[in-house]
């Protein structure tokens, strides 16, 4: 019988299966992110596997591998940027109904997370506004999957700050998007942007003034009648 393999060896030998799969994980991670801006900028029916593909440096035939079907990379990619926004969020405000914070401070803390993070990932309101404006199966699930919740937890603090005179008045449904478009559209037209005033909207203290600026349009309504 032969001696048994060094410790080190044996150690090589037991990495030696991960790399393949390190480096398939690696190649999955690259085709949602390029499918993310892909899908964000063409919508699902302009994008095709091909310039995903090459965004991402993978090869064409490679990508059934680690994905069956064009829509099933365009879930993936859903699941990216929400998952993306809930991590922000859970760090920084919070997910939780419940909350010891005044309705102002909740609306506040959100309104200003959710422009910073809109900032760093203008492909949310893209990939929404792609997806957003026809009906489709793929809608439905993005909605009752990622949107719904959101939307029920916020127009709830809506609904109590508006009651408070602290927001404006109307339908929360309507405050809810208004506040969605103010906060999103600099980021989601950027070369727009830079083009009309030189500047990048997404540098540190134009989002600073675009949190500050939003906080004087929505609420600085203390003390109305709802």
């Known amino acids: 019988m032969g001696q048994p393999a060094p410790k080190r060896e044996r ?27 892909v899908f964000a900028a063409r919508g699902f029916d302009g994008a095709t596997t091909r310039a995903i593909a090459e965004r991402a440096g993978v090869a064409l035939a490679a990508l059934p591998y680690h994905f069956e079907t ?3 990379l365009w879930r993936a990619a859903a699941e990216r940027i929400f998952g993306l926004l809930h991590t922000h969020f859970e760090a920084h405000v919070g997910v939780d109904a419940e909350s010891d914070a005044t309705p102002e401070a909740r609306l506040r803390d959100w309104l200003s997370e959710f422009v910073r993070f809109a900032a760093r990932h203008p492909e949310l309101h893209r990939f929404m506004l792609q997806e957003g404006t ?34 404006p008045k109307g339908r929360p449904e309507h405050l809810f998007y208004a506040l969605i478009g103010a906060a999103s559209m600099p980021y989601a037209v950027a070369p727009e942007f830079r083009r009309l005033t030189g500047d990048d909207p997404a540098a540190e203290p134009l989002v600073e003034a675009h949190v500050e600026f939003l906080f004087q349009l929505f609420f600085s309504r203390r003390g109305r009648a709802a």
């Open 11 to 37: 150690g090589r030998r037991a990495q030696r299966p991960r790399r393949p799969q390190q480096r398939s994980l690696d190649t999955r991670e690259r085709l949602v992110d390029a499918a993310l801006e």
């Open 70 to 72: 064009k829509e099933a």
């Open 134 to 167: 026809g009906a489709s199966p793929r809608l439905s699930w993005l909605v009752e999957k990622h949107v719904r919740p959101r939307f029920e937890l916020l127009r709830d603090v809506l609904a109590r700050a508006q009651r408070q005179g602290i927001a």
